[in-house]
């Protein structure tokens, strides 16, 4: 099995001697672990002692302990190092002039899931233009998407629906790693940040999670494994609706239904593209927490068997229109709000476009969807190019 270098395993090795004096701010939360499995802080505050000035946590907190979108973190104090500990999930969602006075440079480090919904990419962006407005340097420590780098999937976010869960014109399954977006936040937005990555070594793109030989270590209380970030860019629509996609169950994401779901009606109805690389096990499930909590749901589980033949947004797009053509009066769009809009659908949100849901509510082909896609997305991967990082 091949073995990742992390930007982290990096940094560690020899590029920290660039920093020396400066003082530092750490973005990054338990998931920001080396291939010994040490944090980001510990490995930088034994190689750099002394001079990290300032923790900053992203949504779920710094150690990942909040689960529910929209529940915020507070500001805290590390002990072991007697410095701040801010969260940039909180009353404001980027750093302020006041934290930013303490540091010199901020170093980034979280693990992205490689869906465009995944707000770690938002706030890696408010932090790029914070420290552009506050002439501080950003380096970015990069990891595996842990998805693949080759494949994308879905419809690429109009601008009228940018938000936290959508902050640039991405596919649903964008194949970046962080460094990547942030090159291409930096230099599309105009943001002019100081900003360096420092890259991995020994990932090329065809390689998923289990490809890397590092281990998994949940980067949100709800994603669990790398399954359930394969599942992710069509599972996270569920968000979207009144079915449980699994919160409050030990697999959510890969887990997911409702009181009223017909699994057989449904398991009929869906093409065969919807099921491609996956078996759909029918399953009874009680979440004990979020939506339908304490009640039994029927629904599925999903097994992927071939990750290179399951493509998860058009999966879930298809079940999706099942459900609503078999369920159309229990089946319901969630209201707002939703990550911090308070108006716009929040399904509109998720997928970025509102044609997406009003083709579903009039039950038009999946296979027809994905068409309408192909193009888009051959010109992103086209565009993409010039800010790629690995062959």
């Given at each position: 099995?091949?073995?990742?270098?992390?930007?982290?395993?990096?940094?560690?090795?020899?590029?920290?001697?660039?920093?020396?004096?400066?003082?530092?701010?750490?973005?990054?939360?338990?998931?920001?672990?080396?291939?010994?499995?040490?944090?980001a802080?510990?490995?930088?505050?034994?190689?750099?002692?002394?001079?990290?000035?300032?923790?900053?946590?992203?949504?779920?907190?710094?150690?990942?302990?909040?689960?529910?979108?929209?529940?915020?973190?507070d500001?805290?104090?590390?002990?072991?190092?007697?410095?701040p500990?801010?969260?940039?999930?909180?009353?404001?969602?980027?750093?302020?002039?006041?934290?930013?006075?303490?540091?010199d440079?901020?170093i980034?480090?979280?693990?992205?899931?490689?869906?465009?919904?995944?707000t770690?990419?938002?706030?890696?962006?408010?932090?790029?233009?914070?420290?552009?407005?506050?002439?501080?340097?950003?380096?970015?420590?990069?990891r595996?998407?842990?998805?693949g780098?080759?494949?994308?999937?879905?419809?690429?976010?109009?601008?009228?629906?940018?938000?936290?869960?959508?902050?640039?014109?991405?596919?649903?399954?964008?194949?970046?790693?962080?460094?990547?977006?942030?090159?291409?936040?930096?230099?599309?937005?105009?943001?002019?940040?100081?900003?360096?990555?420092?890259?991995?070594?020994?990932?090329?793109?065809?390689?998923?999670?289990?490809?890397?030989?590092?281990?998994?270590?949940?980067?949100?209380?709800?994603?669990?494994?790398?399954e359930?970030?394969?599942?992710?860019?069509?599972?996270?629509?569920?968000?979207?609706?009144?079915l449980?996609?699994?919160?409050?169950?030990?697999?959510?994401?890969?887990?997911?239904?409702?009181?009223?779901?017909?699994?057989?009606?449904?398991?009929?109805?869906?093409?065969?593209?919807?099921?491609?690389?996956i078996?759909?096990?029918?399953?009874?499930?009680?979440?004990?927490?979020?939506?339908?909590?304490?009640?039994?749901?029927?629904?599925?589980?999903?097994?992927?068997?071939?990750?290179?033949?399951?493509?998860?947004?058009?999966?879930?797009?298809?079940?999706?229109?099942?459900?609503?053509?078999i369920?159309?009066?229990?089946?319901?769009?969630?209201?707002?709000?939703?990550?911090?809009?308070?108006?716009?659908?929040?399904?509109?949100?998720?997928?970025?476009?509102?044609?997406?849901?009003?083709?579903?509510?009039?039950?038009?082909?999946?296979?027809?969807?994905?068409?309408?896609?192909?193009?888009?997305?051959?010109?992103?991967?086209?565009?993409?190019?010039?800010?790629?990082?690995?062959?």
């Amino acid at each position: 099995m091949n073995k990742v270098a992390t930007g982290l395993d990096v940094f560690k090795a020899d590029y920290f001697t660039k920093l020396k004096g400066q003082r530092l701010g750490l973005l990054s939360n338990q998931a920001s672990l080396n291939s010994r499995l040490e944090s980001a802080k510990e490995t930088i505050s034994h190689v750099l002692p002394g001079q990290l000035k300032a923790l900053f946590g992203p949504q779920h907190g710094y150690w990942g302990v909040d689960h529910e979108n929209m529940i915020e973190t507070d500001h805290s104090f590390d002990e072991a190092l007697n410095i701040p500990l801010f969260s940039l999930y909180s009353k404001i969602r980027e750093p302020s002039q006041d934290m930013l006075d303490l540091i010199d440079t901020l170093i980034i480090d979280l693990q992205d899931v490689g869906t465009r919904v995944y707000t770690f990419a938002s706030t890696m962006l408010n932090c790029l233009k914070a420290a552009a407005k506050s002439d501080k340097k950003v380096v970015i420590l990069d990891r595996p998407n842990p998805l693949g780098g080759e494949e994308v999937e879905g419809n690429l976010l109009k601008e009228e629906f940018l938000s936290f869960v959508g902050p640039f014109t991405l596919p649903m399954r964008h194949g970046l790693t962080m460094g990547e977006m942030a090159q291409i936040f930096n230099e599309i937005l105009n943001i002019g940040a100081d900003l360096e990555i420092v890259p991995m070594k020994g990932w090329i793109r065809g390689m998923f999670w289990r490809d890397t030989g590092l281990k998994w270590m949940m980067p949100s209380p709800n994603m669990p494994l790398p399954e359930t970030a394969q599942v992710y860019p069509g599972q996270v629509i569920w968000e979207g609706t009144n079915l449980s996609e699994g919160r409050g169950t030990c697999r959510p994401f890969e887990i997911f239904g409702a009181p009223f779901l017909d699994t057989a009606a449904i398991k009929r109805c869906l093409s065969p593209e919807a099921t491609s690389g996956i078996h759909l096990q029918e399953i009874f499930f009680c979440p004990t927490f979020h939506k339908w909590g304490g009640e039994i749901c029927r629904g599925f589980m999903i097994h992927v068997l071939d990750p290179h033949a399951y493509h998860s947004f058009f999966s879930t797009i298809d079940m999706l229109r099942a459900i609503a053509d078999i369920h159309g009066e229990q089946f319901t769009w969630k209201p707002p709000p939703y990550e911090y809009e308070y108006e716009k659908m929040p399904i509109d949100i998720i997928l970025g476009d509102s044609t997406l849901r009003k083709e579903i509510e009039t039950g038009k082909e999946v296979t027809k969807t994905r068409n309408d896609f192909g193009e888009e997305l051959r010109d992103f991967l086209q565009w993409r190019e010039s800010f790629l990082l690995y062959p």
